[in-house]
């Protein structure tokens, strides 16, 4: 799959790959087919969908027909997805059943509680603890059957955490959030380090505008790399995964160009220090 300096051990004993393709907005057979090739190419072996972005049954054509071509198999490779805020609660077990009919897969190496709510549902709405409960009971019957080989939660805070690990039977593997030097998250790293979770990131780029940033800028100069390396490699530095989104082949390339160089400790520092709570994505802070 990948060699341990460029993944990371989740909690079921399995290594997943440290850099992955983000699938979101990749929209289009077409699209999609272009972006895994480039991306087989250039070595990713992880692949993160999810039902919203309504592309897991492109994923999953490109994925039988490309294979092949680089002389791997399903096992090589490492897809995720994500349960919809639609099917949060009692439809979570079909939903789930449903990314897995998309993809044409047997299993799915990593399946996440996309949203924290319901879609449909106030965020204040008294409910959501118990939608959210019922998800993850559909989701630990289906690991147990083996069809999700791991499971986890996406843009959960750390209230919503704690919730889950003190009444889950199977702790969560993985926690997906929005994560950069503008938005560094110490809470939720911290209570994953403490209770053996993998914490993941996406949003690495700060959807374009963290590689303007003067410091950023500076950074990548100084050790001869594109600010977008230098905003990624600050992640997987730290042991956390990434999974940029792209659909062109030289950014693909670029972005794969992590694992062979590394910041110093003051220029990780200085990265860090621009962490002023900046959200480039939605806030789940406000869902019960």
């Known amino acids: 799959m990948s060699s341990n300096t460029s993944s990371v051990l989740l909690n079921t004993g399995v290594q997943m790959p440290l850099l992955g393709l983000g699938m979101y907005k990749l929209c289009g057979s077409e699209d999609v087919f272009q972006a895994v090739d480039a991306a087989l190419a250039e070595g990713y072996r992880a692949f993160d969908s999810a039902a919203v972005y309504g592309n897991e049954a492109d994923l999953g054509q490109a994925l039988k027909k490309l294979l092949p071509k680089y002389g791997l198999t399903r ?9 919809g805020p639609k099917d949060q609660g009692v439809k979570a077990m079909d939903g789930a059943l449903h990314s897995l009919s998309q993809l044409d897969l047997d299993y799915i190496d990593l399946y996440l509680i996309h949203w924290p709510g319901t879609q449909g549902q106030d965020v204040a709405d008294q409910r959501n603890p118990g939608n959210r409960a019922q998800s993850w009971s559909a989701l630990e019957e289906l690991h147990a059957q083996g069809k999700l080989k791991a499971i986890g939660v996406s843009n959960y805070t750390p209230a919503h955490m704690r919730e889950l690990i003190q009444n889950c039977n199977v702790r969560p593997a993985l926690l997906q959030v929005e994560f950069h030097p503008q938005l560094c998250q110490a809470e939720l790293k911290a209570l994953c380090k403490e209770f053996g979770i993998c914490f993941q990131a996406y949003t690495s780029l700060g959807r374009g505008k963290l590689v303007t940033d003067p410091v950023v800028i500076e950074v990548a100069k100084n050790c001869n790399r594109t600010p977008a390396q230098v905003l990624l490699r ?7 995964s990434v999974l940029p989104k792209s659909v062109n082949p030289d950014r693909i390339k670029e972005n794969a160009a992590i694992f062979d160089f590394t910041l110093t400790d003051e220029d990780m520092d200085r990265l860090s220090a621009l962490d002023c709570g900046h959200r480039y994505c939605w806030d789940p802070s406000q869902v019960v």
């Open 75 to 83: 096992a090589d490779v490492f897809i995720t997805s994500k349960l």
């Open 234 to 240: 600050w992640a997987v530095q730290q042991g956390v």
